[in-house]
């Protein structure tokens, strides 16, 4: 699978997915996005919804569901948009770093 063929995955569960949440914003992050793609990649992507924040769990088991209807092999991680702005957060870093926004 291409990058490509990984955005257009993504943006076919951003969608699904807004249907049940408000998403402001949703990047692809991980080997798809650094161009370092291997047979065992997963689609790591990460999704901002003013309305994650209360059960990160919960939320994430949730989004995680939803792949089953798109991609097993996407990996989705929630942040709320204060969340997401915590410039001490490694993984927000990485994905404000390397990651490819896809909405």
Known sequence: M???DAIM?????VALISRKYPVQSAYLFGSFAKGSIHDGSDI?????SPV????YFGEEAD???ETLRVDTRIEPVAFNPADFDDKYNLLVHEVKTHGIQIL
């Open 2 to 4: 291409s990058q490509t």
């Open 9 to 13: 995955l993504l943006k076919k569960y």
């Open 44 to 48: 790591d992507v990460c999704i901002v």
């Open 52 to 55: 994650f924040g209360k059960d």
């Open 63 to 65: 989004l995680r569901r």
